[in-house]
């Protein structure tokens, strides 16, 4: 008799247990349906306010800027570098005994996180249904459909595309001593690999050797221009010459920001994608000029100003501006 009433009271506990999850299940879903917001980490891009989603302006321009940059570029690699060098994390937050979350550096999962995330579009997500919130809106379902079009098509697609887009780094400014240009010339040999050269236009017109030059390795050649660049870079004379012009170009800028571009740039030079790198090379030198036993870089004109102005740090704000 009394495992009997002992087993009735336990489950009766169980059965109220149960009711309770219930109710509370079916509370938490009436309050998405009406948009709601019911806890956890809000969004990159909001802040919560009376269990309402209110837009954090400053994360909502990272928001703006990381849908449209990455319809400019169609690639999550380049974005995810331009973001890291721009210093920006996931959210910050403050738990609620007071302890503070910092944000972690951006990543590809974040990215295509945010960019899935209906939360942008003024929808909140109860298991898998969306439901329209009462929160503002960030991203506009235009931009929404751009970024989507892109991410429906194959990621592998869309990277060897990318790749494919620069493969030498010193097209249209390598020559030789001759006045020629050297042109980019590659092989693939049995095994898939893939060998990259600049070869003298003689050569090619003419016959193997007619210009004295033998044929380069496009990784050999690039090295060397690219540590002659960094070179100059961190001379210490060239920022004396650098500033005057800088300034004319750029009343703000003073000795500091001239000095944290300079050495910012050195500092990052490898996490630069490809087309980036070939861009500030063709920025910085007018033309490099090889012969048997040297190698010459010219520097066009106002080269290292121009490029101090658009290393110099700037705020996501400036990037909206531009993009508008």
């Known amino acids: 008799m009394g495992r009997l009433i002992l087993n009735i009271f336990l489950s009766s506990a169980q059965f109220e247990r149960e009711i309770i999850d219930e109710r509370i299940r079916d509370k938490i879903a009436a309050s998405k349906r ?81 960019l899935n995330n209906r939360a942008y579009l003024g929808n909140l997500r109860h298991k898998e249904q969306w439901y329209q919130a009462e929160h503002p809106p960030i991203i506009d379902r235009v931009l929404w459909d751009k970024v989507h079009a892109i991410l429906a098509t194959n990621g592998r697609v869309r990277g060897n595309a990318t790749r494919a887009k620069v493969s030498y780094l010193l097209k249209g400014i390598v020559f030789g001593n001759d006045g020629r240009a050297l042109s980019p010339w590659h092989t693939t040999k049995k095994n898939g690999r893939r060998y990259r050269y600049y070869i003298p236009q003689r050569d090619a017109k003419e016959h193997a050797g007619a210009s004295g030059l ?6 050999e050649l690039e090295s060397a221009v690219l540590d002659q660049l960094r070179a100059i870079l961190r001379s210490p004379d060239l920022l004396r010459e650098v500033l ?9 800028l003073d000795e500091a920001k001239v000095t944290v571009a300079m050495t910012r740039l050195d500092a990052i030079w490898e996490q630069l994608f490809p087309a980036e790198q070939a ?29 101090v102005l658009e290393m110099s740090p700037k705020p996501i704000e400036q990037h909206e501006e531009a993009l508008a």
Not at 244 to 252: E, G, R, Y
Request: charged share 30%.
């Open 34 to 114: 009406k948009g709601m917001w019911m806890g956890g980490i809000p969004p990159l891009g909001y802040d919560v306010e009376n269990r309402r989603l209110v837009p954090n302006e400053r994360e909502a321009k990272i928001i703006r800027h990381i849908f449209r940059r990455f319809v400019e570029l169609d690639s999550s690699t380049m974005l995810v570098k331009e973001l890291r060098l721009d210093g920006v994390t996931s959210k910050s937050w403050v738990t609620q005994d007071g302890k503070v979350r910092e944000g972690k550096p951006i990543d590809k999962s974040l990215i295509y996180k945010v």
């Open 214 to 219: 033998p044929r380069l390795p496009a990784a």
């Open 244 to 252: 005057p012009q800088a300034t004319k170009l750029d009343p703000t």
């Open 279 to 307: 861009r500030i090379v063709k920025l910085l030198v007018e033309k490099i000029i090889v012969s048997p036993n040297d190698l010459e870089v010219r520097l066009r004109a106002n080269g290292i100003e121009r490029l």
